[in-house]
């Protein structure tokens, strides 16, 4: 029995014919190929980053946990704090380590802003005195110019090292501590308390003698104490003090000896002082303003009458 084809069958296979005949099988294709090329490279791309990941990531650690603070330890070691002590004036500073420092007029301190674990060393211009945080495994170091270097664990004592002056001093207050120059015959000099250590700075020679410890360090307390004090030797320290200038006219001038203790006294008042004790006179110029607005330092004149 032969079955009629269902006309509906055949529709059904018209349609589909029709739709077959629309269909662009090159553009599709293009589609479709675009697609499967672009997962390819996305699942190529995220192997990549695991692959740099697996790379970066132990360095990243390594940085984070053990280079940058050692990086950062020695960016801040060599990041340096100065401070300057004006005319007339004593300047307190507090280091890293927490020792005290007594900055003398006209001085300036160096030190990192902070200590690494195997060394405090400071570096000094002019004169101060220092109260050293004792620690028995780093030694406090402090250098000054023409390479002395006062070196101890911890304790009290006086630098005097002022660029201008032909000989440095080291007044020990409390403690031990250790004095080198680094040449001469005999470049390092162990000191006990009142002991000073006299460099120098020429030949690096370094001789100790017993110091009056009191006048030595007086200044931290805003006190000036002669004991036979060379008139030189006074000039030097009042023109530091007051930011002046003073002249001695006349070699016999440096030969007069003071014994005196200053304290809130002025300029004038101090050299009217001196000059009831010897026969000398003096005179003190008026400042002039400059051309930027500063002024020129006082100048004292003394001359014998």
């Given at each position: 029995?032969?079955?009629?084809?269902?006309?509906?069958s055949?529709?059904?296979?018209?349609?589909?014919?029709?739709?077959?005949?629309?269909?662009?099988?090159?553009?599709?294709?293009?589609?479709?190929?675009?697609?499967?090329?672009?997962?390819?490279?996305?699942?190529?791309?995220?192997?990549y980053l695991?692959?740099?990941?697996?790379v970066?990531?132990?360095?990243?650690?390594?940085?984070?946990?053990?280079?940058?603070?050692?990086?950062?330890?020695?960016?801040?070691?060599?990041?340096?704090?100065?401070?300057?002590?004006?005319?007339?004036?004593?300047?307190?500073?507090?280091?890293?380590?927490?020792?005290?420092v007594?900055?003398?007029?006209?001085?300036?301190?160096?030190?990192?802003?902070?200590?690494?674990?195997k060394?405090?060393?400071?570096?000094?211009?002019?004169?101060?005195?220092?109260?050293?945080?004792?620690?028995?495994?780093?030694?406090?170091?402090?250098?000054?110019?023409?390479?002395?270097?006062?070196?101890?664990?911890?304790?009290?004592?006086?630098?005097?090292?002022?660029?201008?002056?032909?000989?440095?001093?080291?007044?020990?207050?409390?403690?031990?501590?250790?004095?080198?120059?680094?040449?001469?015959?005999?470049?390092?000099e162990?000191?006990?308390?009142?002991?000073?250590?006299?460099?120098?700075?020429?030949?690096?020679?370094?001789?100790?003698?017993?110091?009056?410890?009191?006048?030595?360090?007086?200044?931290?307390?805003?006190?000036?104490?002669f004991?036979?004090?060379k008139?030189?030797?006074?000039?030097?320290?009042?023109?530091?003090?007051?930011?002046?200038?003073?002249r001695?006219?006349?070699?016999?001038l440096?030969?007069?000896?003071?014994?005196?203790?200053?304290?809130?006294?002025?300029?004038?008042?101090?050299?009217?002082?001196?000059?009831r004790?010897?026969?000398?006179?003096?005179?003190?110029?008026?400042?002039?303003?400059?051309?930027?607005?500063?002024?020129?330092?006082?100048?004292?004149?003394?001359?014998?009458?």
């Open positions: 029995m032969i079955e009629k084809e269902n006309p509906d055949l529709l059904f296979l018209l349609e589909n014919y029709e739709k077959q005949k629309t269909i662009d099988v090159t553009a599709d294709w293009e589609q479709l190929h675009k697609r499967i090329t672009a997962d390819r490279n996305r699942r190529l791309f995220f192997s695991r692959n740099v990941a697996a970066l990531l132990p360095l990243f650690l390594a940085y984070q946990y053990a280079l940058y603070p050692i990086l950062k330890e020695n960016r801040s070691t060599k990041e340096t704090i100065t401070v300057t002590s004006a005319p007339g004036m004593v300047t307190k500073t507090v280091l890293p380590d927490g020792s005290e007594w900055l003398n007029a006209l001085s300036s301190l160096t030190y990192p802003q902070r200590f690494t674990e060394d405090r060393t400071v570096q000094l211009s002019g004169e101060a005195y220092f109260k050293v945080v004792s620690d028995k495994k780093h030694r406090f170091n402090v250098e000054t110019p023409r390479n002395m270097v006062v070196s101890a664990y911890g304790t009290e004592f006086n630098v005097n090292a002022y660029e201008s002056e032909t000989n440095y001093e080291v007044t020990l207050a409390n403690g031990h501590i250790e004095v080198s120059s680094g040449i001469g015959p005999k470049a390092t162990v000191l006990v308390v009142d002991e000073k250590a006299v460099l120098h700075v020429e030949t690096g020679n370094i001789h100790v003698v017993t110091a009056d410890t009191y006048v030595e360090t007086a200044w931290k307390d805003g006190k000036m104490v004991r036979r004090e008139l030189d030797k006074i000039a030097e320290k009042l023109s530091r003090r007051f930011g002046v200038d003073i001695l006219e006349g070699n016999r440096k030969g007069y000896e003071y014994t005196a203790t200053f304290t809130d006294e002025t300029l004038e008042d101090i050299l009217d002082l001196l000059k004790s010897a026969p000398i006179t003096y005179t003190i110029s008026k400042q002039k303003q400059l051309y930027n607005e500063t002024f020129t330092r006082r100048v004292v004149t003394i001359k014998s009458k």
